[in-house]
């Protein structure tokens, strides 16, 4: 359509507006082309035809005028056929000039005659002579015995109309000869010419003035209304939404135009809405931007404040890091003290016991019944008193983290009997039986009958203490598929009060004073049967009824686990931290199972466990607490932990930390960590408590020696005792 200006409504658009109306013009033109051109063929046709026929029709008169005229019968039948008829054939010649010169034809006329059934031209007939002959054409019209028939044909002479007019010697007689009128075609052509020009000039226009006509028809149904149409939109793009657009049309384009009008209104009800919602959006935007604002400063502030806070939170936390050192360093001076004092009390104490012993044997002379008394109390008391001490002891040592684990074979039946034996005279005593339950054939277990010895004398011991009547059973069995063995410790005891189960293995905790006072003890008893099945990788539990007796039950594997993985043993350890008295475990791992467990695991000793969750964390907290080892996982979200281990390894003051990788990372990576010299141990996930203690044991003797070489003048016992508590 064309780009200009829209016209006003109305009259002045211009008759073929728009590229459509072009368009379909030139289609119309292009159909109605073919079809003037065809009209104008058939009406040349029918022109040229009857143009011939009518030149035919003429010639045929001439030619059937002219052969009665040679009044041919006067002659003899057969004087033509002879060959030397030449006078007949004169006479017959000259009459036809007669006749042409009378009926003032000048038309070239030809004669043939009718000779051994060849037609033969009579000479010196025309003038000048004509040499065409009879065309065949003629001669089977003749042979036809047709009595007229007209040619039309074209010779190096030009174009040219025949007619022929056969004659006979006789009424009867046959076809003596043939009477050829010719005339030329070429005036008849440029008449017919002449004709069709005004025919074509005719057909032509008339063609051309119904294409103008259907396209002006077009134009008033069609593209004015659609060009209308157009102005409408184009009015409604710059908002003018009353630009008249005329519906009344009842055709599609009526209805088109009908539809436009009603979206015309009601996209300017819409764009009326938007206007004002935009306008309120507008304000409402500006009302939210001033609050955004307003809320950005409170930000900003609150932003500071959580920084100060969080400033005043490191500095918190590092006074607590401060102060666990020092509660840590209170409770080796304290496991120290306890140690030495045990030790230094023991001896003085064996010797009482011991010059007691000698006194009662009368070594020193025989002695009074009351001296005798008084010495039995000095000696029982002295020998209780060095079974507490010695408890002590026990549980300073599992405190500090100093007992080992010795893993052998035991028959578990008679480990218990054996275990039991030296209480039977107690429970005698007290007039109780003491049984042993155990199924007839067992495998031997793999663990530490020591640490299970202890733990097994503190519960029968306890449950002898709290039972006045009745009976002890010591009960053995298997369990979880032969994986694992549980003793239990029965007794019809006074049972212990609901409330107070969760706190007897607390340290020094007893149900209350009054029991005390009547059943004795240190209340570390369960503490140290707690903390040697924990060291055996086992669990104990507690079942009681108060006024019916006690249940004490200890799961055990009955196979303490052997750990294929790469042990600390393997390596050297590279260098050991310098300061023992950092007993800061660093454990980095994204999750917090392994920090918890290793927080669980290592409860009892005198190391504090401190988590990192990635490699920039870990690295954070390595550099700032130089821990005495960190437990790593390889698997870490953004930098993998081998990551971590290669910054380790270039930081000269780093290199020296000992690191265990826990992970469950693939075996190449694993190995891939081995390489790096301060990892000292690999242990897949879950973590082995007991597998942990050992290392940890193995880097506290590391550290030992190491401190003792390089400080050989300190007195190495005291030293190692120190690095160790
Ligand atoms: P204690 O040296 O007092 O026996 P324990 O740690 O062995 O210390 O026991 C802690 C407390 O648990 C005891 O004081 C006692 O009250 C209670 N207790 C332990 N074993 C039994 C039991 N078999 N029957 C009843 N009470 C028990």
Redesign the pocket.
Known sequence: MSEKPASAPGTDEPLFHGRLHYKILLATLLCAAPLIFGVDYLFYRNLRRDKIAEQGRQLQRIAATTATLLDAAELPPEALLKPEATLEMRALSARLRAVQRVNELDQPIELFYWREGKPVPAEGLASPPLTRGLRPEARQAVQRQEVLSTDVYTDRDGAWISAYAPFRLAPDAPVAGVVAVSARADRMNLLIIDHFKILFLEVTLTGLFIIVFFSLILRYFVTQPLGRLLEGVRAMTRRDYAYPIPTTANDELGALARAFVQMRETLQHYVAELESFAQTLEEKVEERSIDLMSANQELLLANSELYENQRQLRKINEDLRRANLAVMETNRLKSEFVANMSHELRTPLNAIIGYASLLQRGRYGALTEAQLRALTRIAENSTNLLELIN?FLDFSKIAAGKMEVNVSEVDLAQFLSETIAPLDALARAKGLTLRLEAPPRLPPAATDPSRLRQAIT??V???L???EQGSVTVALRLEAGAEMFAIE?R?T????AEK?LPH?????????GS??RK???????????KKNILLLDGVIE?E?EVGK??V?RVRLPLRLREHEMMEASEKPIALPSRSPDNRIVLCIDDEPDLAQQLKAMLDLTHYTVIGARNVTEGLELTTVLHPRIVVLDLILPGVSGLAYLERLAEDPKLKSIPVIVVSQADRRTAQAAFEFPMVIGYHPKPLDRGWLLNNLRKIERETLSWHQASAADQPADRQAESLLS
């Open positions: 408890t503190n519960l011991s306890n449950a203490k709290f039972t410790v007794d005891g006074i049972g212990i107070d007897i293995f607390e340290e020094f905790r007893q149900v209350d029991a005390t059943y004795g003890g240190t209340g570390l008893g369960l503490a140290i049967a507690v009681s007796g006690s004490f």
